[in-house]
Structure formats: structure tokens, C-alpha cells
């Protein structure tokens, strides 16, 4: 059970938050005065700390220094009456995990906290995890513990020690090749060769060179023999990605392979032989490219001895936040940055996209953030997200009326509604509608009181 440390000088939010939170399951702690609270936390352990920004003799800001130089893994939420933009970006560069208001919405306040306690149940699910399968929330070079994954990470240790031809299958960008890799490296072929090629990169006339390799002389600048990857991999494995993308030719060829381990190179007439473990991946449906014509049934039988399924990002969601984090630190190292997190409302916003291009989308759009990002944490005006930009593309501007229009009242109707929305959206919290609009709370409230907008 997680332990709560809630600390508010006004009685009345003390016993609110204490009986809300504990009713949501939490051991929950209060105390009247950022010294009270100290004196607490140098004896006890808390996963998280509610605090007011605004009290007698220590305000929220040197309370949060104090806590996070005390306990660094304890993470703070601040609560304030008196909001702004400025404030809540300095109390995030001061480690606090978010900023809410105090006429927060309370499913707001729920979200937030649960968002802040994910990290560290992953954490201590870590040993449950790693008993069950090996390794869950890690595996490999693969992140996730979601139920999806679990499943996955089963099917590679099932899988991994056979002999048999594995066929990956998953939209673009769902770390097919991190699969591939994954059952290579826990088979008894690991400290044997794994050899990649992307079937559908290189051209026809360039692949078959580059798979079965040639003799001098074959055609014009073979100066020399050359090695196929088939015999780089001999003892290893093999992971040929987008094998739909292999022409017939090639197919021909390839099934000789799988079929009998024998190849010749191009211009030889000798048979070379090789043990080598394929592993396929497509983002088709490979059956359905058999059934058109363009991918020969025999061969595709014999790749799809073991089929694998891999989930998009979108039916995984509660992965999100454990690959945003990795990326964040993985390209804080790179750039140099010391960008700890994200801002929970820059979570959400993640949470609610679909994700198209899966995880190397999500990978990319953290990096933009990173190189954009001036604070230590990622807000939401730096979060890029192209789902929008991509429906508006498909949209047309309404005809100009023949009379004309007044530009200023048509943009002003157009304003008044996107903030009607936001507001509508986050059940009335100013804060979270200027987060989804990427503006300034303070710029939001001046725009209210501009378009007579009361929540």
C-alpha cells in the first residue's frame, strides 16, 4: 500500500484529501506546517507528499527542497490557490512532479496521483515480473509490462532454443527486430552471428548478391569472391525483415534455403551449406499476399512455423509511461540535458494519442521534445504531436462569402469555441484546459475574462 503525506495549513483540505485519498486506497498521513511535515518524513517513508504551495513560516518551494534533499525518490504534487504558469514551472524545475489548483477537479487529483505512483508500482511489480518470465519489464531490449507484452516475452522463451522458423508479424514501428533479437540472444545461438537485412531496402538486382554473396567474375565489378549473408550467419541467425517485399525470384531461392540449407552463389557452381535459424517479420498480412499471388504459399508455410503477433502502442497504453521515461533519459544523455520527466498533463495528452507509427513514433517525438525543451521536465507546448496536423490537412476552408467577412469576429467565434471545448473537456480546471491548448494558465484566464467564457 502506498503512503501519502498530505500537508496543508487549512484544516478543511487536510481532511478532504486525507479521506478521498484513503478511500481510493492509499495510507495517507497529514500534517499543518511544512516543519510538522519534515519532523514526519525524517521518521517515516513516504511514496508521495501533497503539499501547499502557500504556507506560514515555510512555503511549498523550500518544503520541496527540503523533502527532495531528505528523500530524492519521494515525489511531490503542489496544491495552490494562487496559480500561475510561472510558478508551476518553477516548482517543476524544483523536482515537484505536477502542479494542481485548488478548485481541481477531483478525478484530476485522482488521475495525477495515480500517474505519479505508476512509476514506482512498476518498481515493485519488478520482482513479480522477473520470478514469472525472466525479465517483464525489461526484456531484452524490450520495455513494457502490460499484459500484451507479458505474452509476448512468454512466447520468445518458449520459442527461443527450437530450431523452428519464427514469423513476426506487427505494424510498422512496433520493434519487430527487437523481437528478433530478443529470441536470438536467449538461444543457444547467441554468441553466434545475428545478420539483419531489410528485404524491401535494397534493390532487386543489388539483394540476391547481398543474400548468397557471388564469385569473381560473376558480372561486371565482381573483382573478387564475395560472402552472401547466409554464410556470415552460418551457426547463427538470420532475421529477414519485410520478407513480403522478397521477389519471386528471390522466394525461389530462399525456399531452396530453408528447405535443403543449400545455396549457391551467384556464378558458382558449387553448393555451400549452412545452419542457420530464419526469422522473418512482415507489417502485411502475409496470408492475404498468398492468396494475391505475390508471396509463394510453400515458402510462406515454411517461415511460418511459429507465428508471433506484436500489439501496437495503442493496445498497450500502459506501457507508455515506462518507454517515455526510457526515452527521456536516453536522449537527456545524448543531448546533454538534465530533463528528469514529464509533466502529468503531457502524459495524459500521450496517453490519449493513437499512435500510428507505434513505438519508434513515440521514440521520435520524445526526442523533439528533449531538443526543444528549455526546464528540466517536458510540458505539453513542446510535446509535438502530428495526429492533428494530419487531419487538418484533409479539411478545406469554408467558401469566402461573396460580401465578405469580418476576419477579427470570425477568429474571435473560433477562439471562444476551442476554449469552451477545453474547458468542457477537463470538467472546468482552467489549469488542464491551457495544458491541452498549450498556452499559459494566466493567458487562458485573460482570454476568459476577454470572451465572457465562466466556467
Known amino acids: 500500500m502506498f503512503k501519502i503525506l498530505v500537508v496543508d ?76 504558469g510561472e510558478t508551476a514551472v518553477n516548482a517543476m524545475k524544483e523536482g515537484a512532479y505536477d502542479y494542481i489548483e485548488k478548485d481541481f477537479a477531483i478525478d484530476d487529483l485522482k488521475r495525477i496521483v495515480r500517474n505519479a505512483l505508476a512509476g514506482k508500482e512498476i518498481n515493485r511489480d519488478d520482482a513479480i515480473f522477473l520470478k514469472e518470465i525472466g525479465e517483464a519489464v525489461r526484456f531484452g531490449s524490450m520495455i513494457g509490462s502490460s499484459r500484451e507484452m507479458l505474452k509476448v516475452y512468454t512466447t520468445i522463451k518458449k520459442v527461443a532454443d527450437t530450431p523452428a522458423n519464427v514469423l513476426i508479424l506487427g505494424e510498422s514501428g512496433t520493434g519487430k527486430e527487437l523481437v528478433a533479437k530478443a529470441i536470438h540472444e536467449n538461444s543457444a545461438r547467441q554468441k553466434l552471428p545475428f545478420v539483419v537485412i531489410n528485404c524491401g531496402g535494397i534493390p532487386e538486382n543489388l539483394l540476391e548478391s547481398e543474400l548468397f554473396g557471388y564469385i569473381k567474375g560473376a558480372f561486371t565489378g565482381a573483382y573478387s569472391d564475395k560472402a552472401g549473408l547466409f554464410e556470415v550467419a552460418h551457426g ?97 544523455r545524448e543531448f546533454g540535458k538534465e530533463i528528469k520527466t514529464i509533466s502529468a498533463y503531457a502524459l495524459e495528452l500521450l496517453m490519449q494519442y493513437p499512435f500510428p507509427g507505434n513505438i519508434r513514433e513515440l521514440e521520435n517525438i520524445i526526442e523533439r521534445s528533449i531538443a526543444l525543451e528549455t526546464s528540466n521536465i517536458i510540458l505539453p507546448e513542446n510535446l509535438i504531436l502530428s495526429e492533428g496536423l494530419e487531419q487538418d490537412q484533409g479539411k478545406e476552408i469554408p467558401d469566402l462569402p461573396d460580401a465578405g467577412l469580418n476576419l477579427n469576429e470570425e477568429l474571435v467565434k473560433f477562439e471562444k469555441r476551442f476554449i469552451e471545448k477545453a474547458l468542457a473537456k477537463t470538467e472546468g480546471s482552467k489549469t488542464r484546459a491551457a495544458e491541452l491548448l498549450r498556452i499559459s494558465y494566466d493567458s487562458l484566464h485573460y482570454r476568459c475574462e476577454k470572451l465572457g467564457i465562466h466556467p
Open 236 to 332: 547463427g541467425t538470420i532475421f529477414l525483415d519485410e520478407i513480403a517485399e522478397l521477389p519471386p525470384l528471390l522466394q525461389v531461392k530462399l525456399l531452396r534455403v530453408v528447405q535443403e540449407k543449400t545455396f549457391r552463389r551467384i556464378g558458382g557452381a558449387d553448393d555451400i551449406r549452412v545452419d542457420v535459424r530464419i526469422i522473418s517479420a512482415t507489417n502485411q498480412n502475409l496470408a492475404d499476399t498468398v492468396k494475391s499471388g505475390s508471396f509463394r504459399e510453400d515458402l510462406y508455410y515454411r517461415l511460418n512455423v511459429i507465428p508471433l503477433q506484436l500489439p501496437p502502442l495503442r493496445e498497450r497504453k500502459e506501457d507508455i509511461p515506462v518507454l517515455t521515461k526510457h526515452f527521456i533519459e536516453k536522449y537527456s
Open 9 to 84: 495549513d487549512d484544516q478543511g483540505m487536510r481532511e478532504f484529501l486525507e479521506i478521498m485519498l484513503s478511500r481510493e486506497g492509499y495510507c495517507v498521513d497529514t500534517a499543518s506546517d511544512a516543519g510538522k511535515a519534515l519532523g514526519i518524513c525524517r521518521k517515516e517513508k513516504y511514496d508521495l507528499v501533497i503539499t501547499d504551495l502557500k504556507m506560514p513560516k515555510m512555503d511549498g518551494i523550500r518544503f520541496l527542497k527540503e523533502i527532495k534533499d531528505l528523500s530524492p525518490e519521494t515525489v511531490v504534487i503542489m496544491i495552490t490557490a494562487y496559480a500561475s
